[in-house]
T-cell receptor, first 109, second 113 residues
Framework: EDQVTQSPEALRLQEGESSSLNCSYTVSGLRGLFWYRQDPGKGPEFLFTLYSAGEEKEKERLKATLTKKESFLHITAPKPEDSATYLC??????????FGTGTRLTIIP | GAGVSQSPSNKVTEKGKDVELRCDPISGHTALYWYRQSLGQGLEFLIYFQGNSAPDKSGLPSDRFSAERTGGSVSTLTIQRTQQEDSAVYLC???????????FGPGTRLLVL
């Protein structure tokens, strides 16, 4: 069964303290990997799509990278407004997204 | 432009009642998806539409759940004889074409008492 695993479940950082979130998946014909941000009480907000190993995408303080078996979301010098749950989702080629359970990120001022 | 909209934003119902949840996708998006998010759980796929047809209904939890899409636009998810375990956030997403980036609505928070 196709699975997506995110780690850590929760992460607390001081403002300005850089770190990375991990998303690993069963290797079975990945067609695309998606990162979303979800704030409490809201729907997921699209951040990045990655399609092939070695690909990188950047947006402000966030950078997403992809290898053959995992993806990282790097957060550089985070600010309190970066606090949210970050979701990873994989398209295994069956027209739906398989989501991980997310990493709840808290940035302390 | 306008994003995906869902209504109602919140719904409280009694066990055994039927509920209808509505999704308005982004204009021009041909694919529409329904997911369910329970507390502490990841998003669970329910069903997707390509135009008005639903090729994959395998994610629907039981035969109490059904969905339709009309005119290639608005979709309705119906839950009959609701149970307490149906309490969750129901999220709708749309994409320009199948397998392209999905954009999510704000969700409908359903509470079954």
């Amino acid at each position: 069964e196709d699975q997506v695993t995110q780690s850590p479940e929760a992460l607390r950082l001081q403002e300005g303290e850089s770190s990375s979130l991990n998303c690993s998946y069963t290797v079975s014909g990945l067609r695309g990997l998606f990162w979303y941000r979800q704030d409490p009480g809201k729907g997921p907000e699209f951040l990045f799509t990655l399609y092939s190993a070695g690909e990188e995408k950047e947006k402000e303080r966030l950078k997403a990278t992809l290898t053959k078996k995992e993806s990282f979301l790097h957060i550089t010098a985070p600010k309190p407004e970066d606090s949210a749950t970050y979701l990873c989702a994989v398209d295994f080629g069956n027209e739906k997204l398989t989501f991980g359970t997310g990493t709840r990120l808290t940035i302390i001022p | 432009g306008a994003g995906v909209s869902q209504s109602p934003s919140n719904k409280v119902t009694e066990k055994g009642k039927d509920v209808e949840l509505r999704c308005d996708p982004i204009s021009g998006h041909t694919a529409l998806y329904w997911y369910r998010q329970s507390l502490g759980q990841g998003l669970e796929f329910l069903i997707y539409f390509q135009g008005n047809s639903a090729p994959d209904k395998s994610g629907l939890p039981s035969d109490r759940f059904s969905a339709e899409r009309t005119g290639g636009s608005v979709s309705t998810l119906t839950i009959q004889r609701t149970q307490q375990e149906d309490s969750a956030v129901y999220l709708c997403a749309s994409s320009r074409h199948i397998r392209e980036t999905q954009y999510f609505g704000p969700g409908t928070r359903l509470l079954v008492l």
